[in-house]
């Protein structure tokens, strides 16, 4: 079963401590991207890498830190330094192509609550 | 930041009616594409349409380009309760990060 698995479906953490979130994907696509979702509201790209071992900020990447040591993998940290932290997180990947920018293939989501 | 802007922000019709989506933006693009969201679920791509082409068929959907207006619409034909979801487009200019647009929350009802 190809895909997308984000894990684990909801995560609690408390005030001061980092998380990570895990986003593993075997469709061999080189690209990984990190997203938020605020209620009601769209999705903001925090980070994304198109190649192991390199990555690029998005657009609300303070906060936020990633690695990308193997292709199938792209983990998410959620540092102290975020200072809204509680919100729905998806992972998503793509083919890449020099000319056209592809469909992305999302995860089912994380949803992290800071208590 | 989000480029694309979907209108209306909230959409409620009866099971059987159509339900058109509009989405602006404001840059240049390579592709627009369309993604469906369940609530509390994932995104799933529904169609991608090129800056080149006009219109896009794919089952019961029709999506439009109009680049000059920099626009574009998602029709859903025959909407059945299971269309129930959020709608969000997005742009790509060629390899650079896909943008998404704030969404239209569709609700139909049987």
């Known amino acids: 079963d190809g895909g997308i698995t984000q894990s684990p479906k909801y995560l609690f953490r408390k005030e001061g401590q980092n998380v990570t979130l895990s986003c593993e994907q075997n469709?061999?696509?080189?690209?990984m991207y990190w997203y938020r979702q605020d209620p009601g509201q769209g999705l903001r790209l925090i980070y994304y890498?198109?190649?192991?071992?390199?990555?690029q900020k998005g657009d609300i990447a303070e906060g936020y830190s990633v690695s990308r040591e193997k292709k199938e993998s792209f983990p998410l940290t959620v540092t102290s330094a975020q200072k809204n932290p509680t919100a729905f997180y998806l992972c998503?990947?793509?083919?890449?192509?020099?000319?056209?920018?592809?469909?992305?293939?999302f995860g089912p989501g994380t949803r992290l609550t800071v208590l | 930041s989000q480029q694309g802007e979907e209108d209306p922000q909230a959409l409620s019709i009866q099971e059987g009616e159509n339900a058109t989506m509009n989405c602006s933006y404001k840059?240049?693009?390579?592709?627009l594409q369309w993604y469906r969201q369940n609530s509390g679920r994932g995104l799933v791509h529904l169609i991608l349409?090129?800056?080149?082409?006009r219109e896009k068929h794919s089952g019961r959907l029709r999506v439009t380009l109009d680049t000059s207006k920099k626009s574009s619409s998602l029709l859903i034909t025959a909407s059945r309760a299971a269309d129930t979801a959020s709608y969000f487009c997005?742009?790509?200019?060629?390899?650079?990060?896909?943008?998404f647009g704030t969404g239209t929350r569709l609700q139909v009802f049987p």
């Open positions: 998503a990947s793509s083919m890449t192509d020099r000319i056209v920018y592809n469909e992305q293939f």
């Open positions: 469709l061999n696509h080189d690209a």
């Open positions: 890498s198109q190649i192991v071992n390199d990555f």
């Open positions: 840059t240049s693009i390579n592709n």
């Open positions: 349409i090129r800056s080149n082409e």
């Open positions: 997005a742009t790509a200019w060629y390899t650079d990060k896909l943008i």
